[in-house]
T-cell receptor, first 112, second 115 residues
Framework: DMKVTQMPRYLIKRMGENVLLECGQDMSHETMYWYRQDPGLGLQLIYISYDVDSNSEGDIPKGYRVSRKKREHFSLILDSAKTNQTSVYFC???????????FGPGTRLLVL | GNSVTQMQGQVTLSEEEFLFINCTYSTTGYPTLFWYVQYPGEGPQLLLKVTTANNKGSSRGFEATYDKGTTSFHLQKASVQESDSAVYYCVLGDLRSSGSWQLIFGSGTQLTVMP
């Protein structure tokens, strides 16, 4: 069963704390993505990963970094979280650059 | 830069009514266009995809036609059901300056279908 998983589903952090969001996929997809979703803005691309240790900035990378040490796992890290990083974060994967993207269920992050 | 515009933030219909969601795009090339649907508590999922090769896509009773002249990609369905209630995103497949591919999402249209 093709699946993208995200952990945790809900997270509350204080400003200045570090945040780690995890994403996994069981489809052996090469390409993975991190997006954030805010009301009225749709989804905005934070980072793309083309394979292990091959990552590229998206449209809004500032304040974020990523790590991909295994093809099936892609992490999003917020060093010293800010209140404006409160959002819903989605991970996605695809088998090729121009192929359909499969999304996880999202992580709702609240930074106080 | 390349962009997608959805002017309708919310659409409310009764069951069996006709659905029409506007989408226009701006790009210099001939992109691949998508409609993604997001149900409550879930991530977006592909509804349909249209390339320059086929001009029209359909899935689950939804249809979208790629009009290069008006740069539009409207979504239609003849008769909606309550289960169609969701957020619909018009999406542009875009080739970045780095040579990589990304999706550009519109702001989304919340469809509510009343029983």
């Amino acid at each position: 069963d093709m699946k993208v998983t995200q952990m945790p589903r809900y997270l509350i952090k204080r400003m200045g704390e570090n945040v780690l969001l995890e994403c996994g996929q069981d489809m052996s997809h090469e390409t993975m993505y991190w997006y954030r979703q805010d009301p009225g803005l749709g989804l905005q691309l934070i980072y793309i990963s083309y394979d292990v240790d091959s990552n590229s900035e998206g449209d809004i990378p500032k304040g974020y970094r990523v790590s991909r040490k295994k093809r099936e796992h892609f992490s999003l890290i917020l060093d010293s979280a800010k209140t404006n990083q409160t959002s819903v974060y989605f991970c996605a994967s695809s088998s090729g650059d121009q192929d359909t993207q499969y999304f996880g269920p999202g992580t709702r992050l609240l930074v106080l | 830069g390349n962009s997608v515009t959805q002017m309708q933030g919310q659409v409310t219909l009764s069951e069996e009514e006709f659905l029409f969601i506007n989408c226009t795009y701006s790009t210099t090339g001939y992109p691949t266009l998508f409609w993604y649907v997001q149900y409550p508590g879930e991530g977006p999922q592909l509804l349909l995809k249209v390339t320059t090769a086929n001009n029209k896509g359909s899935s689950r009773g939804f249809e979208a036609t790629y009009d290069k002249g008006t740069t539009s990609f409207h979504l239609q369905k003849a008769s909606v059901q309550e289960s169609d209630s969701a957020v619909y995103y018009c999406v542009l497949g875009d080739l970045r300056s780095s040579g990589s591919w990304q999706l550009i999402f519109g702001s989304g249209t919340q469809l509510t279908v009343m029983p």
